[in-house]
């Protein structure tokens, strides 16, 4: 089976633009999570997708937002870019929600100038 | 306060060691997660734990419900086991926590 892909892989934004991330998870899994890396706080959830639906959402503004489609890919999108979302944005995809093992994708790098 | 506390941060073994590295959390949980990640950026989930004890190869983990603590043991360590460690807890809510991680150098 393929793993999980995110694309794009790296990108430069300016401040005040909008982003959109994208992640296609393992066949047949139904839950994906979208996290964010940096060196100052580490990995952070943001939220979590089941069945088209966002089950989940971490502490973070409404900047960030994402959606799933019927074949279970996701997107997320940052609008209004600051300096301070520059990261790497992972994404996870899991068969079930819950008590399941979660498989991450390579990472989306952001740098926003 | 991190709801998930890591140590150490940093540890450098020589190749063939022993090493542990520590968990705690203070949320209550429905399963703890033992992350790897390479330079690079890609993670890899190692065990996934809602009680006990698992093993894969050369790596254990254990957790204590009891204490909200776990750990990760990598016996006879080896250079290729150099990466970061990252603990994290899904509550029962299915949000993740994650610790700061503890960087494991393995020298030979």
């Known amino acids: 089976k393929a793993g999980v892909t995110q694309t794009p892989r790296y990108l430069i934004k300016t401040r005040g633009q909008q982003v959109t991330l994208s992640c296609s998870p393992i066949?047949?899994?139904?839950?994906v999570s979208w996290y964010q890396q940096t060196p100052g706080q580490g990995l952070q959830f943001l939220f979590e997708?089941?069945?088209?639906?966002?089950?989940n959402k971490g502490n973070f503004p409404g900047r960030f937002s994402g959606r799933q489609f019927s074949n279970s890919r996701s997107e997320m999108n940052v609008s209004t870019l600051e300096l301070g979302d520059s990261a790497l944005y992972l994404c996870?995809?899991?068969?079930?929600?819950?008590?399941?093992?979660?498989?991450f994708g390579p990472g989306t790098r952001l740098t926003v100038l | 306060k991190n709801e998930v506390e890591q140590s150490p941060q940093n540890l450098t073994a020589q190749e063939g060691e022993f090493i542990t590295i520590n968990c705690s959390y203070s949320?209550?949980?429905?399963?703890l997660h033992w992350l790897q990640q390479h330079p690079g950026g890609g993670i890899v989930s190692l065990f996934m734990?809602?009680?006990g004890k698992k093993k894969h190869g050369r790596l254990i983990a254990t957790i204590n419900i009891q204490e909200k603590h776990s750990s990760l043991h990598i016996t006879a360590s080896h250079p290729r086991d150099s990466a970061v460690y990252i603990c994290?807890?899904?509550?029962?809510?299915?949000?993740?926590?994650f610790g700061t991680g503890t960087s494991l150098t393995v020298i030979p």
């Open positions: 996870a995809s899991s068969l079930q929600r819950g008590l399941d093992t979660q498989y």
């Open positions: 066949s047949g899994h139904r839950s």
């Open positions: 997708y089941f069945s088209e639906t966002q089950r």
């Open positions: 949320v209550g949980i429905s399963a």
């Open positions: 734990l809602s009680s």
């Open positions: 994290a807890v899904g509550n029962t809510g299915n949000q993740f926590y």
